[in-house]
């Protein structure tokens, strides 16, 4: 193990034992604060796609979201997780099924990895950001596959709690960047 992977699991360890620790109440309010400040943001607003996920455990809570942006009548596409840690797309109409390694996903027909280029924003989750926007994952690497086939310019918004925006990230050449950060105090520009 390289000191890149060894910093990135050092920080993931003091992440995820901090999640852990929050309770159920916090988390609810800390997804409505997020979820508003989302919403009212004018990418947000003027999208007619939106890729999101569904948020599982303890990570920042995606539901006040979803529900938001399906009530403003945006197209939502959520990832299907493939095998091999890639993500597949298909659109979400409210309805979730149970898929593998604990996780819920929409039951429509898979659009395509390339669906995620369709999007107008693009909501990821991460463990932590920096004030370059670069996003630290869970370390599949799903996420910035997928970020890979974002166009340039395209509003690209990770989910945090505000404690997980650092001053740096350890950072590897597979690494994407991220235009925001969304906590449950502010939306970060980068």
Known sequence: MDHIESAK?????????????QPVAELAARAQARAALLLAAPEVRRAATVAAYVSVGREPGTGPLLDGLLSLGKRVILPLLQPDNDLDWAVHDGRLVSASRGLLEPDG?????????????????????????????????????????????????????????????PRDSHDRHVSAAATELDLLRF
């Open 109 to 169: 027909r898979p659009l395509g990895f390339d669906a995620i280029a369709t999007a107008d924003v693009v909501i990821v989750p991460g463990l932590a950001v920096d004030p370059t926007g670069m996003r630290m994952g869970r370390g599949g690497g799903s996420y910035d596959r997928a970020l890979g086939r974002v166009p340039v310019g395209t509003f690209t918004c990770v989910l945090l709690n505000s404690e997980e925006v650092l001053p740096q990230v």
């Open 9 to 21: 699991l050092a920080i993931r360890d003091q992440l995820l034992t901090a999640r852990g620790r």
